[in-house]
């Protein structure tokens, strides 16, 4: 099919990189509410187990706002609604967002102006305009979101313009919405559970291997921060599969490192199909980000490597081969038993998908994921996602 006009754009850009915001590493949060000087007209949005152990002792004078309390789960229009209903747009001159990938994409709303309808600004017939200044401190090792231009939620879907009753995923994307600032505070990881921990780190994994992978996006330069990532992640992964998860702790500031240069990497190049794939997943039965993604990595992976085993997909079984110390040939079945160590592998099936989806899903990518898609390693087809659902389910 003919490529879609964002997607053509995208190839067109000449940029080598975008790093947009000022980035910063911390000790903790109290040293970054400090330098920040914090106050009054400053708006927090967090979790509760987020600001309990880490802020409420620091007794600032910021609003601060629970994510939980706009619903559980990745943003939703309902949720974006409540949010903007729940924070006054002239109660705040500054976002500061501390948290993991749902809390970054929020906060790059809250720094914009309202919308008359949410559903419109997801659909691109609302402009998005940027006025506050935004700074995101992320606390999971995974989105990347906080150096991107999108920002990600389940929205009713549509099909030539009429709702057609269910939901799917939609990325929000303008580079007006990038973070203006970025501090690491890899202290904030540690109370973070093993299981969103490990999702989240595949996620960056899953970004670093798209973006390496991408085949007319990708630069000299998002090259460097995609194998930087892969090479920081996989180190990780390979001692927690040896040591367990507790491995995880002393190397939380290389996690959370590594997940922004892979945020670095995709801005430029490029997401894919995995991520493309994932969507309708995330956005039907609300599977979390990194795991829908994981369900369906390998499976592309090993269409990637059916169609084109050389080329950039040769490179990246030699940056893995390298790092988890196995041959070149047995690179992708290494990867997948370290995967399987660091997260137990989940069939589609047992987070909801249906026999029937494996029809309905690649309709779905075909209409909304374009800007994904065409950033395939190999020509993709309806047919292919049928067979990854499929070999999934
Ligand atoms: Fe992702």
Redesign the pocket.
């Known amino acids: 099919m003919a490529m879609d006009a964002f997607s053509a754009s995208l190839m067109k850009d000449k940029r080598e990189i975008v790093i947009a915001p000022t980035i910063y590493k911390f000790e903790t949060f109290g040293d970054f509410a400090g330098e920040f000087k914090l106050g009054e007209r400053d708006v927090v949005l967090t979790n509760e187990f987020i600001y309990k152990p880490f802020m409420a002792e620091l007794g600032l004078k910021s609003q601060f706002v629970f994510q939980e309390k706009f619903g559980a789960g990745e943003p939703s229009e309902a949720m974006i609604e409540t949010m903007y209903e729940a924070i006054p747009y002239d109660s705040y001159d500054r976002v500061i967002a501390v948290g993991g990938g749902a809390i970054m994409d929020l906060c790059k709303l809250l720094g914009c102006k309202r919308p008359a309808s949410v559903h419109e600004l997801y659909f691109k017939r609302e402009p998005v305009v940027h006025e506050k200044e935004v700074i995101a401190i992320p606390t999971t090792c995974?989105?990347g979101s906080e150096v991107t231009n999108i920002s990600v939620a389940i929205v009713k879907d549509e099909k030539d313009g009429k709702l057609t009753g269910g939901e799917t995923k939609l990325g929000l994307v303008s580079d007006d919405i990038i973070p203006n600032k970025v501090c690491l505070v890899p202290d904030l990881l540690k109370t973070l559970p093993y299981k969103p921990f490990a999702a989240s780190a595949i996620?960056a994994l899953?970004?670093a291997t798209e973006s390496f992978l991408s085949p007319h996006r990708k630069t000299v330069t998002s090259e460097m921060f995609s194998v930087k990532a892969m090479e920081m992640i996989l180190e990780g992964f390979r001692r927690i599969a040896l040591e367990g998860p507790d491995a995880r702790i002393d190397y939380l500031g290389e996690f959370v490192t590594a997940s922004l240069f892979a945020g670095i990497a995709f801005l430029k190049a490029g997401?894919a199909t995995v991520?493309g794939m994932s969507f309708p997943l995330g956005g039907t039965y609300h599977v979390p980000?990194g795991e829908s993604?994981y369900a369906l990595f390998s499976k592309i992976l090993e269409l990637y490597d059916e169609y084109e085993p050389a080329g950039e997909l040769g490179k990246f079984k030699e940056i893995v081969a390298r790092c988890l110390g196995c041959t070149k040939d047995d690179a992708l079945r290494t990867l997948n038993v370290t995967l399987e160590k660091v997260l137990p592998l989940k069939p589609l099936h047992e987070y909801g998908f249906k026999e029937e989806d494996i029809k309905s899903f690649p309709l779905s990518v075909e209409a909304n994921q374009q800007r994904l898609i065409t950033n395939s390693y190999r020509p993709w087809s309806i047919e292919l996602s049928e067979r990854v659902y499929r070999e999934c389910f």
Do not use: F, Y
Request: proline content about 0%; some cysteine; charged content about 10%.
């Open positions: 995974g989105t996620d899953i970004h997401c991520h980000h993604n």
